[in-house]
């Protein structure tokens, strides 16, 4: 088992650490804000987490920066879960609330880097580490194509695949179009339709199989 990960509180700053606002009266490096919490609390839990894997100190040289990344990649995100499209939220525990957000290794056998990290719902995570990436991908495809068979009365595997592709392509109301690592190439002889995963290693996009 690794060592507890030893970090010094940061020292009093006249802004705060993740925005930039100024700080005022006992704030000693965060603002008032609980989005600049939520940031700082996850970083700091991952970092000294015995239990979690390591976080890639060439990309993090510090907590503080860690912090400040994952502030920075729900910005670039608006927020969106990287596989379900959903609008995540910051604050909530997470046994009680769906939409609140984690941070994930896209390679599980990997550490925490910038290339490895994704921000999802957090049961979605939970489900991914049981389930493994490929067979998440398979049992909601399933589960989907089962309610559409049974819900809908679909009757052909194109007609399934074609409102599938729609259901899974379509942002949801009120929240920014998702920008989805996955796509379904549908073909007049592909039974069922075939999913594939966007590979930002090969700049291509892949078979999930």
């Known amino acids: 088992m690794q060592k507890k990960r030893q970090h010094r509180q940061p020292q009093k700053r006249s802004t705060c650490l993740i925005c930039n606002d100024s700080l005022h009266g006992k704030q000693i490096f965060l603002c008032k ?6 940031f700082w609390n996850r970083a700091y839990a991952i970092w000294n987490s015995a239990d979690r894997a390591k976080v890639c100190h060439t990309c993090f040289p510090s907590i503080e920066a860690f912090a400040i990344y994952l502030k920075q990649e729900w910005d670039r995100v608006g927020g969106i879960c990287a596989y379900t499209g959903y609008k995540m939220q910051l604050s909530g525990r997470d046994n009680e609330n769906l939409l609140v957000w984690s941070v994930d290794r896209k390679d599980p056998k990997g550490i925490y880097s910038k290339k490895n990290i994704a921000l999802c719902l957090n049961f979605i995570n939970r489900m991914k580490n049981i389930l493994g990436e490929n067979e998440l991908v398979d049992v909601c495809t399933q589960i989907i194509r ?11 595997p194109q007609e399934i695949g074609n409102r599938l592709a729609e259901h899974l392509t379509q942002p949801h109301a009120g929240d920014a179009p998702p920008a989805s690592i996955y796509q379904l190439w549908l073909d007049d002889s592909t039974n069922p339709p075939i999913i594939k995963k966007y590979d930002e290693d090969q700049g291509c996009w892949v078979t999930v199989k």
């Open 146 to 156: 089962h309610i559409y068979e049974t819900k809908l009365g679909l009757g052909t």
């Open 33 to 38: 804000k609980d989005s600049c919490h939520m």
